[in-house]
């Protein structure tokens, strides 16, 4: 796909998970080994795209320094800043100058996709489309703005949150514009794709097109969906080309060491430098580099920051332990705890269990 191009959207505050662990933007997050962007890009690249224009408004010289000029990845990267937020819309919008094909894949650089981008692009080129929406049906659409569609593929309306949704379609933010509806959208101020650009094509008589699918897809906006969407990818439920290891239980990194008897699954990433000990059990967590878990304790679907310990016999499940912090051992911490960088929990300081 010469023929196009793509533009991400990327760097806003973003998760939660951002000030307890790393103080990078949260497509920049070690997620199952590399950068969160880098899983996109990749296949961005594995599509056919060669070039790809991120736009950002926050630390945009994080993702420049890290990905340079894209020539590692296979790709040509534009960076181009934001002097102040523009959302979806007006983002977009602040790109367009940069772009040189007729049309253009967008993407919120915040989800983890795994539709085949080619049939997404051959629907918006089938039909003849202004814009095309990638759609994906979810299980419990009442979360969601919902997107129903015709029997030909093209888009009805654009619906807020209800607790009767008509249609389990939701917007996974992926679309396909042409470039002329790009340069259209008001310049220099903030703009709703959602909100405003899509309703007001649909009243214009454009034609905005759904591509339908079942395609694995996750909104990566909070800590548990971050920890999920790692191990999704740790398994290879979700695609990716940049997946620095062979797909399985465990992806273990460089100078990790995992004592004898340690059980290490579930789609966990065991950063650099990673210390294991005998009888832990961990499953479906993010170890971050230089992170201890002690002998005999427990990480469940949890986020262990880098230089953090989780002490022996300690149970950690449903948690963000922030960089450097200390969980002292039989400690137990349970339902979304957050223990902030530097925090030294002393040794049975903190339990959620009943005494028996």
Known sequence: MQDVEAVVLVGGKGTRLRPLTLSAPKPMLPTAGVPFLAHLLSRIRAAGVGRVVLGTSYLAETFSAHFGDGAALGLEIEYVVENHPLGTGGGIRNVAKYLTTDNVLVFNGDVLCGTDLGAVVDTHRRTDADVTLHLVRVQDPRA???????????????????????????????????????????????????????????????????????????????????????????????????????????????????????????????????????????????????????????????????????????????????????????????????????????PHGLRFSPDV
């Open 144 to 346: 969601y703005g919902c997107v129903p569609t015709d029997e030909s593929g093209s888009v009805l309306e654009f619906l807020e949150k209800t607790e009767d949704p008509p249609t389990d379609q939701i917007n996974a933010g992926c679309y396909v514009f042409r470039r002329s509806v790009i340069e259209s959208i008001p310049e220099g101020r903030p703009v709703s794709v959602e909100r405003e650009t899509f309703p007001e094509l649909l009243l214009a008589g454009a034609q905005v097109s759904g591509h339908v699918d079942n395609a694995y897809w996750r909104d990566m906006g909070t800590p548990a969906d971050l920890i999920h969407g790692s191990a999704d990818l740790v398994r290879g439920v979700a695609p990716s080309a940049a997946l620095p290891g062979p797909t399985g239980e465990s992806l273990v990194l460089e100078g990790a060491e995992i004592a004898d008897g340690a059980l290490v699954f579930g789609g966990t990433t065991v950063g650099r430098g990673v210390r294991i000990g005998a009888g832990a059990r961990v499953e479906g967590a993010m170890l971050f580099d230089g992170a201890v878990v002690g002998e005999g304790a427990v990480v469940e679907h949890s986020v262990i920051g880098a230089g953090a310990r989780v002490e022996e016999g300690a149970l950690v499940n449903d948690t963000v332990v922030g960089d450097r912090a200390v969980v002292g051992a039989y400690c137990e911490l349970r339902r979304g705890m957050r223990v902030w960088p530097d925090v030294v929990l002393p």
